[in-house]
């Protein structure tokens, strides 16, 4: 039994969805649902009955959501009392685009830095490909993407932020003096893009 599984169970108990749990948690509902059924096989017990889209808790469960909630609080206060909030050490493997490191992420890296200076951050240059796999290996921790088109099983994927993209066009390009374009508009034109990261 592990305490990850332990506060999955109590988050899916408070909101009788496994669906609003995994969105919490910032986690893929597979992988939600493999914790809670990891710990009905070790305990042997069912702890959920699963009433259409909601689920409600057995008297086993009830009786482990109370442990789940008075280990939770102890640990928090072990946090407190002994580590405190800037104990944070170890590293973090990101991988982002170098452009989107360069341009968004030096106040956000600065700032991560004065909170947890103990923390080493390892910066890999990204490219979609083997994401997936990478994160759920634990080869990375986390990733910044600069795409819309992203579908990952098992992988929490929030959108931060969206931005519009703009032209550079000489002044005397067919295109300078349109006020909107659509994608198909840039169809047989020469387009110069940096390179890929």
Not at 43 to 54: E, K, W
Request: hydrophobic letters at 45%.
């Amino acid at each position: 039994m592990e305490f990850r599984q332990l506060k999955t169970f109590r988050v899916v108990a408070e909101l009788t969805s496994f669906t609003r749990a995994a969105e919490q948690l910032h986690l893929a509902q597979s992988s939600v649902s493999a914790q809670i059924r990891g710990l009905e096989e070790e305990l042997q017990v069912m702890l959920f009955d699963r009433i259409g889209r909601r689920v409600l808790l057995t008297d086993a469960g009830r009786k482990l959501y109370d442990y789940a909630r008075r280990i939770e609080g102890i640990t928090d206060e072990l946090r407190s009392e002994v580590a405190g909030e800037r104990y944070a050490r170890g590293s973090l493997t990101i991988r982002m685009p170098e452009t989107l490191a360069t341009v968004y992420m030096v106040p956000v890296i600065e700032e991560f830095n004065r909170e947890y200076p103990d923390v080493r951050l390892i910066f890999i240059n990204c490219a979609d490909r083997q994401l997936a796999r990478e994160l759920n290996a634990g080869r990375i921790d986390l990733a910044f993407l600069m795409t819309d088109e992203l579908q990952m099983q098992d992988v929490k994927v929030v959108m931060l932020k969206s931005e519009e993209l703009v032209l550079a066009a000489a002044p005397t390009h067919l295109l300078a003096s349109r006020r909107s374009l659509e994608l198909l508009d840039l169809n047989g034109q020469t387009i110069l893009y940096p390179k890929t990261d």
